[in-house]
């Protein structure tokens, strides 16, 4: 069953991944867009921590992980999203339905591997200056759309059985393109740049995982992955028109976007299967995101910084008269500095989690629900802040594969 269920959502997904919009936030605009978190439900669900050796839960943040599962995984995931966008002096709202992740884990004795599809980033906004009442003013409008996608092959090893380690090579791409529109009033020619961008490249992430006892039934687990810089090819071309008539198209030379390398690291305390508490850490050096078209002498970049605290309680996983003490229960807090700097003000992104993941029972799936409410980026100099909440819902589903038949 599991199997038919991973060819109809591989299928399904392969053309919505490409057509969504995945963000509504104006400053989706610089770099390659708005990043996304790149891990399941269940993580985000505690702030992003990531620091258990999981059997039935995938860890997609660091390859390690897949060294513990004990059973095929596969996991499908999505969102739901409302924001309202404020400056001084004007608000508007917005909403979206985004697709998160589709993701395969397969356990292989000492071995574990895993493969899947994450969007990286993503560009969606619409941003207009309405100046048509007076004459001689300019108006414009600025619109945007795509991202960057990644698929990804993964390893883990487990060395010890409280010790893995793993590595994963991922294929980076996407297209990004963005539109605007300049007109002056009482001129009756308005002229209009499209500039498409497609992006391509590779980068390598390792990792690795321990845990140990550290009195009774309470253990303390930790994480540690890297990520290598890489570059971003970006092959663009702009097309110019005026009233509708193209004028001219343009192939420019292809470009290259860095990628920094980064650096998470992650800690906690718990007893498995029951409670954990736990932080994570990641650190990211700076790149060189701006394309030709979204260059500014008001924006520059910045290392990337995240904080981290999350956890669950499970209040008992093996019960048979109650199915509430078999839910799992997530909660989490992260504060972020996105890696921008917008006329001197450096972006943040700050944001509480809640979750649950309800058991299918008789199996070892799983539903999870999760809601995110933050805020990014500030009304001061001349900024614009955004606020969102996000409702999240993803299946995990849980089999064994390659078992033997004993009975002809």
């Known amino acids: 069953m599991i199997k038919k269920i991973i060819l109809s959502a591989c299928l399904l997904i392969?053309?919505?991944?490409?057509a969504q919009q995945g963000t509504a936030s104006p400053y989706s605009f610089y770099g390659i867009g708005d990043i996304k978190f790149k891990g399941t439900l269940e993580n985000r669900s505690m702030g992003g921590v990531s620091v258990e050796q999981d059997s039935i839960h995938l860890n997609v943040e660091n390859?390690?992980?897949?060294?513990?599962?004990?059973?095929?995984?596969?996991?499908?995931?999505?969102?739901?999203?409302?924001s309202k966008v404020k400056s001084q002096t004007e608000n508007a709202s917005s909403t979206r339905s985004t697709f998160d992740y589709l993701l395969l884990g397969i356990p292989m004795g000492k071995f574990g591997a895993g493969f899947g599809l994450i969007p990286v980033s993503s560009v969606g906004y619409k941003i207009r200056n309405d100046n048509s009442g007076t004459a001689g003013l300019t108006s414009s409008q600025h619109e945007g759309k795509g991202g960057l996608n990644k698929v990804f092959l993964a390893l883990g090893y487990k060395i010890k059985p409280n010790w893995s380690v793993g590595a994963d090579m991922q294929y980076n791409f996407g297209k990004i393109e963005t539109t605007s529109i300049e007109a002056i009033t009482g001129v009756s020619n308005a002229t209009r740049e499209i500039n498409t961008s497609t992006l391509s490249g590779i980068n390598f992430n390792i990792g690795t995982m321990y845990q140990t006892k550290i009195y009774k039934k309470t253990e303390l687990f930790t994480s540690l992955s890297y990520t290598f810089g890489s570059n971003l090819k970006s092959d663009s071309e702009r097309t110019i028109e005026v009233d509708g008539d193209e004028t001219s198209i343009d192939d420019l030379n292809s470009s290259t976007l860095?990628?920094?390398?980064?650096?998470?690291?992650?800690?906690?305390?718990?007893?498995?299967r029951k409670w954990l508490v736990g932080t994570t850490v990641a650190f990211q050096g700076n790149g060189k995101f701006q394309n030709y078209y979204n260059t500014s002498d008001d924006v520059r970049y910045e290392k990337y910084?995240?904080?981290?605290?999350?956890?669950?309680?499970?209040?008992?996983?093996?019960?048979?008269?109650s199915y509430l003490s078999r839910v799992t229960y997530r909660a989490g807090f992260k504060y972020e500095k996105i890696g921008l700097i917008v006329n001197n003000e450096s972006i943040k992104d700050v944001g509480v989690t809640l979750g649950a993941g309800f058991p299918i029972t008789g199996t070892f799936s799983n539903v999870n629900f999760g809601i995110e409410y933050g805020k990014k980026g500030t009304v001061s100099s001349n900024l614009i802040q955004e606020n969102y909440l996000n409702f999240s819902l993803s299946f995990s589903f849980n089999d064994k594969w390659f078992v033997k038949s004993k009975f002809n």
């Open 14 to 18: 392969s053309f919505v991944s490409f």
């Open 63 to 82: 390859p390690a992980s897949y060294a513990s599962l004990m059973q095929t995984t596969f996991t499908v995931g999505g969102t739901y999203g409302t």
């Open 258 to 272: 860095k990628l920094p390398n980064k650096l998470t690291i992650g800690a906690g305390i718990g007893e498995a």
């Open 305 to 321: 910084a995240k904080y981290a605290i999350g956890g669950y309680y499970l209040p008992n996983y093996g019960s048979f008269t």
